[in-house]
């Protein structure tokens, strides 16, 4: 367990979406703090600097979780992207998307992302899904060595 | 080559030759006509008493009359010419294509004194098999175009339905977020019929869902490369028989397989045949106990059939054309034993998932019922390249 709370980068288009994942966080009282990109570019602004809403004091954040089908630049380009920069090569990456297809959750694997979590339609699988994620990259797994 | 009478000296000879469709004509070494039957008055206009006596070079087109020379010139020394295709005049101008045989005469000493020519008018043949190639070629064309058509609308069909099952799941979603949220944060406060309400939201995003994964698994399970392969039928069958079991709490009896012929297939895509027909099979025996028999047959064309029988429900002829239309049920929902979990969704996609897969491979699937005893549905696989 950390001493800080966990800094993750939620990168997810929909809004109702995010309102969900961010409410059953919040219901499951997970101690995170949470910045939003609203698609690919945001996520690659936010990570590789020049990006005006980036909080200066704002470290590289402990876990992103990335949706793959995204405005802009595409959620397989960010992951690529992640882990073909050696600042960002270590985050854990997980990826969560309304995609359920074997075709893309191994291309995922295959560009090194460490987790593939399909949304659940049903809101009970949906919140059990969410909140299990949250607590086991947040709280049960070590955050990757600075 | 015989030695040949005299033609007018022997009448039957002269009848055979005078009632033969090819034009036969008989010329001297020199290439003068000696005799002249009725089809070659048919076949290129002049009668006999025309060309008696005349050189035959008159039949030949300008560009060929040096063919005359190099003819007589293998009769002189004993050869024949067979099956030259040439092209020859008519009297009234028009040029025949036509397809000569030319043979030495001989007389009684052995002389060559002549020659025997017998010609048949290819032009209308030729013409025929021109336009037949020309029909065949356009025949190719159509089906390699709609065959791509097809593969293209199938591809695309395909990519439709994945994409819009996927973006049907997202707004779905939010729909059962939202419901669950409503409930559960203002569940309280709102009167008994808006809780009711809201329930049925609820169980309506369900019953969405289950349609939208149907959707999703037909697309999924007759998608991607047919790979052709023998198949282990006996293996394939009893491993869905094994599934349908547990599935109902694995109170089956033994499954009878029967298939001593070879049937080639994509064993992966044939499993999910066997896994529908035998959920099938036991989700509508009705009061019977599921009593299903796997066998095979073959037809006229020596075509291995797959037949999956079983007691049950059955259904008439009508029903079994039916139920192979996607989201077709032909049973109300309290008949079949649907209560069972794991035995397809109970969507109607079974069938259309099946038939489609059959399909694919080239091949063809028919249904046959008894309303109230028996069911049988028989397949078979095609035989050359896959339909893709
Ligand atoms: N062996 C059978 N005996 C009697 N009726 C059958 C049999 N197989 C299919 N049917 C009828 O045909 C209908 C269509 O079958 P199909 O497998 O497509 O759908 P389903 O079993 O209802 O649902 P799903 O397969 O999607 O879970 C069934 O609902 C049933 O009425
Ligand atoms: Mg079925």
Redesign the pocket.
């Known amino acids: 367990m950390s001493h800080r709370p966990a800094c993750l980068l939620l990168v997810e288009d929909s809004t109702e979406d995010e309102f969900l994942i961010l409410r059953a966080w919040r219901q499951a009282a997970l101690d995170v703090r949470i910045t939003i990109a609203r698609d690919g570019q945001q996520a690659l602004d936010l990570l590789f600097g020049s990006c005006p809403q980036a909080p200066p004091t704002e470290p590289r954040p402990d876990l992103v979780v990335l949706d793959l089908n995204l405005p802009r630049v595409g959620g397989f380009e960010v992951l690529e992207r992640i882990r073909a920069d050696e600042r960002t090569a270590l985050i854990p990456v997980v990826i969560l998307t309304s995609s359920d297809d074997p075709v893309d959750c191994a291309r995922c694997y295959q560009l090194g992302a460490n987790s593939f979590v399909p949304k659940p339609v049903d809101a009970h699988q949906f919140r059990d899904a969410i909140t299990r994620l949250g607590q086991y990259w947040t709280q049960s797994n070590l955050p990757a060595a600075p | 080559m015989k030695p040949v009478p005299e033609f007018a000296d022997d009448a039957w000879l002269a009848a055979i030759i005078d009632s033969s469709e090819d034009a036969i004509i008989s010329k001297t070494t020199e290439g003068i006509v000696t005799s002249w039957n009725r089809s070659a008055e048919r076949v290129f206009g002049y009668s006999a008493g025309e060309m008696l006596g005349k050189p035959l070079l008159v039949l030949f087109p300008p560009e060929r009359v040096g063919e005359e020379e190099r003819i007589l010139e293998r009769i002189r020394t004993g050869l024949r010419v067979e099956h030259f295709e040439t092209e020859r005049v008519r009297k009234d101008g028009h040029r025949i294509l036509v397809s000569v045989t030319v043979s030495p005469i001989r007389n009684a000493a052995g002389q060559i004194v002549g020659a025997s020519k017998i010609a048949r008018d290819i032009t209308e043949n030729r013409r025929l098999q021109a336009s037949l190639r020309l029909l065949n070629a356009e025949l190719e064309q159509r089906v390699m175009d709609r065959t791509r058509e097809l593969e293209f609308a199938n591809r695309e069909m395909e990519a439709f339905a994945t994409a819009v099952s996927h973006d049907l799941r997202a707004p779905l979603r939010a729909l059962s977020g939202f419901t669950q949220a409503l409930q559960e944060d203002f569940g309280d406060h709102l009167p008994a019929d808006a809780s009711t309400f809201v329930q049925q939201i609820a169980t309506a995003g369900q019953r969405m869902e289950t349609l939208i994964n149907?959707l999703l698994d037909l697309s999924r399970n007759t998608r991607g490369r047919l790979e052709r392969a023998p198949l282990a039928l006996a293996a394939l069958a009893q491993t869905s028989w094994r599934t349908v079991a547990r599935a109902t709490g694995g109170d089956l009896p033994a499954c009878e397989v029967n298939c001593p012929w070879p049937m080639d297939g994509d064993p992966r895509m044939v499993g999910i045949i066997f896994d529908?027909l035998l959920?099938?099979?036991v989700?509508?025996a009705g009061d019977l106990p599921p009593r299903v028999r796997i066998y095979q047959s073959r037809d006229d064309s020596q075509r291995v059939w797959l037949h999956v029988h079983?007691q049950?429900?059955?259904?008439d002829a009508h029903?079994a054309q039916e139920?192979f239309k996607p989201f077709?049920?032909?049973?109300a929902l309290d008949e079949?034993r649907r209560d069972l979990p794991g035995?397809?969704?109970?969507?109607?996609?079974?069938?259309?998932t099946v038939k489609r897969i059959v399909e694919r491979h080239g091949g063809k699937i028919e249904a046959t019922?008894v309303p109230g005893l028996s069911?049988e549905?028989r397949f078979h696989l095609g035989t050359g390249a896959p339909l893709s």
């Open positions: 149907g529908n959920s099938n099979a989700k509508y079983n049950g429900l059955g259904f029903q139920m077709t049920r032909v049973h079949g035995l397809g969704l109970g969507l109607g996609l079974g069938l259309a019922g069911a549905l």
